[in-house]
């Protein structure tokens, strides 16, 4: 499901520093909210892959819902439900906003999994 591209639009952007916490669609949406551990650095290196301008890699990356993890150190989540199913946002059903947020989540683990050796 490629439409997810209408409901998080690329480039995210990374909060402005020294803020490190959220990243936004490119229509001003929030889309992650990193860990408070999580350092600028590592989380933009992660933005920039989503967005397709770098390659950063998580060999352990693994995901539970929309929460995404190192091995078992929680990095990120995926946000945006509230666009997607409030009566202010898109105002779809679960059913469709799932499907959306899915096909985003999956997105994103895909451009940070890495390779498989």
């Not at 499901?1 to 909060?15: I, T």
């Not at 995404?68 to 995926?78: N, S």
């Amino acid at each position: 499901m490629k439409d997810f591209k209408k409901y998080f639009p690329l480039p995210l952007k990374l909060d402005e520093p020294p803020y490190s916490s959220y990243a936004w669609t490119n229509k001003g949406d929030m889309a992650l909210t990193f860990d408070d551990d999580v350092m600028r650095e590592e989380a933009l290196a992660i933005v920039d892959t989503i967005n397709g301008e770098a390659n950063e890699t998580i060999p352990n990356l693994k995901f539970d819902g929309v929460d995404f993890f190192d091995g078992d150190t929680y990095i990120f989540c995926i946000r945006g439900w509230g666009n997607l199913t409030g009566i202010g946002g898109h105002n779809f059903s679960h059913e469709r906003a799932e499907k959306i947020q899915d096909a985003f989540r999956d997105y994103v683990y895909e451009q940070l999994k890495g390779k498989d050796e």
